[in-house]
């Protein structure tokens, strides 16, 4: 098979336009397949680890490693991409989506609970490196249509929201007495169509220099655009996951069906993913950190929602906001990533941004479980507001700073 990753053009780091409008295809597309693998996860988790995990406190342990497996397999998938190209990570990471539906099929056979959350870890694995869809469309692209490019492939989701919960309702009772067997092999089927779709995209591979790292990442880290990207896009992950992966559970302990549960992750996962055709656009009218600042906001009004009622709308709009809400602030947050690097430091500053936000929410996951257990599910949103505050904090200290060093520029230049 030939080889189609690009070396890069030492006069130039843009692609061809017709490969930057195939890479962005195939990357959508394969950010809508890789999004059934999450979808299956969150809408079957909770609901499996509750039949086979030993004490109820565990039910949503196998979500939790899921978030564990994207955190643990961060910097390993960046490393494999600074070495050897982010085609050969993307891949690997398919690679490990097949394993997960097997793994998690077999689980479901045998009533195994561990033997599922390893599936899951799995799964997280492949998450992990379905994140970097997002700044690979970046590569090649000139600066100012890179907002565009990132929140295009995002879009890609809109597909899995619509199929992803309509698949697991089509598919959990097909292989009876063993619910969701059959949506766990469709699972790890479109992973693999996935790994089909990636092997067109077309990269420059790493440069000398992007080996080598460019900066510390400690003095990176240190700026305050990059710690209030961090923050924005830690919050804005971490209580989506906390809401969504304590939501399904908390209606199905409300007396909704497991239908309701799946419609409201899909208009969840649309409201996610729909927004992305637009986003890149107000990034780059409004900048991105206004643009975060309206997901949080969004994030805090849908907690509020949920703490209107437990009626099967009450969750659906709470969903529905918490999906927009992300899309704003993590997009906005992982745009102001793009800002915070140099071109040869870019996977590994991407890198640590991803472990650091999915390292927190890992936190959120676990905690949601207990919190929804122990305290019902007012205490879990209400619980939201204390990160989203802190967000909004160190987003408004980073953009004032801005806005500071701009004026004092503009007094040295007029």
Avoid at 100 to 120: D, E, I, K, R, Y
Avoid at 252 to 271: D, F
Avoid at 327 to 353: D, I, M, W, Y
Avoid at 364 to 391: E, R, T
Wanted: glycine fraction near 10%; hydrophobic fraction near 55%; aromatic fraction near 10%.
């Amino acid at each position: 098979m030939t080889d189609t990753t690009l070396t890069a053009d030492p006069s130039s780091s843009l692609l061809p336009e017709s490969t930057q409008r195939g890479n962005i295809w195939r990357l959508s597309i394969a950010q809508a397949l890789a999004g059934a693998n999450a979808i299956v996860v969150f809408a079957t988790g909770s609901i499996v680890g509750n039949m086979l995990a030993p004490t109820p406190m565990l039910a949503t342990l196998p979500i939790s490693i899921f978030v564990v497996g994207m955190a643990a397999c961060i910097l390993p998938v960046g490393a494999i991409a600074r070495r050897y190209g982010r085609r050969t990570s993307f891949l690997v990471g398919t690679a490990a989506g097949v394993l997960a539906g097997l793994l998690a099929m077999v689980a479901v056979l045998q009533a195994g609970f561990w033997l599922f959350c390893l599936s899951t870890f799995f799964a997280g694995g492949y998450a992990a490196v379905v994140l970097s869809f997002r700044f690979a469309a970046a590569d090649g692209v000139e600066p100012k249509r890179r907002a565009r490019a990132l929140s295009l492939v995002m879009a890609g989701g809109v597909a899995a929201g619509v199929v992803g919960p309509q698949l697991v309702t089509w598919t959990m009772d097909l292989w009876p007495p063993y619910m969701f067997a059959a949506t766990y092999l469709v699972q790890s089927a479109a992973a693999a169509l996935s790994a089909l779709i990636l092997l067109g995209v077309r990269l420059p591979m790493p440069t000398a220099a992007e080996v080598a790292g460019g900066r510390p990442l400690s003095v990176i880290a240190r700026q305050p655009r990059f710690v209030a990207a961090v923050v924005c896009g830690a919050v804005s992950y971490m209580l989506m996951n906390f809401l969504m992966t304590a939501a399904p559970l908390a209606m199905h302990l409300c007396g909704h069906s497991q239908e309701s549960a799946n419609l409201g992750l899909q208009w969840h996962v649309i409201a996610m993913y729909g927004p992305s055709f637009f986003t890149g656009s107000l990034i780059t009218r409004f900048g991105a950190g206004r643009v975060a600042s309206v997901g949080l906001l969004l994030t805090g009004i849908s907690a509020a929602v949920g703490l209107g009622g437990i009626d099967v709308m009450h969750f659906w709009w709470m969903l529905v906001l918490l999906g927009v809400g992300w899309n704003f602030g993590f997009l906005g947050a992982s745009s102001l990533v793009l800002e915070c690097h140099r071109p040869e430091e870019k996977t590994r500053v991407q890198s640590l941004n991803d472990f650091i936000v999915f390292g927190l929410m890992a936190i959120g996951s676990f905690s949601s479980g207990g919190l929804l257990s122990a305290y019902g599910w007012d205490m879990v949103l209400w619980v939201s507001f204390v990160p989203l505050v802190l967000a909004v904090v160190a987003l408004a200290l980073a953009m004032q700073r801005r806005a500071r060093a701009g004026s004092v520029e503009a007094g040295e230049h007029p």
